[in-house]
């Protein structure tokens, strides 16, 4: 089985066309697709927002450290709680 790695930028890119599409279904422009998008009933998404790259990359980074070097299959969500499980 091949393993797919995404980079927070191509996370961030990958979101940005979602709410383009989204933006187009509903005629209006991305901001008010993203602002849509999170008003809609979210219970688990604690901080209303979609992620910046760089709070992807600090996830990386701690799991990269060597104080990290016991973990080993984790899966780490950095998605603000928009997944009440894994």
Same mark, same amino acid.
């Given at each position: 089985?091949?393993?797919?790695?995404?980079?927070?930028?191509?996370?961030?890119?990958?979101?940005?066309?979602?709410? $383009?599409?989204? !933006?187009?279904?509903?005629?209006?422009?991305?901001?008010? #697709?993203?602002?849509?998008?999170? *008003?809609?009933? &979210?219970?688990?998404?604690?901080?209303?927002?979609?992620?910046?790259?760089? $709070?992807?990359? !600090?996830?990386?980074?701690?799991?990269?450290?060597?104080? #990290?070097?016991?973990?080993?299959? *984790?899966?780490? &969500?950095?998605?603000?709680?928009?997944?009440?499980?894994?």
């Amino acid at each position: 089985m091949s393993h797919q790695r995404m980079k927070p930028a191509e996370s961030h890119t990958m979101l940005s066309a979602m709410m $383009e599409k989204r !933006a187009k279904k509903i005629g209006s422009s991305v901001d008010e #697709a993203v602002a849509s998008f999170l *008003a809609e009933p &979210r219970p688990y998404t604690a901080l209303q927002r979609r992620a910046e790259p760089q $709070e992807v990359a !600090a996830v990386i980074a701690v799991l990269c450290a060597e104080q #990290a070097s016991f973990v080993n299959g *984790a899966n780490s &969500r950095v998605d603000s709680a928009a997944v009440a499980s894994i």
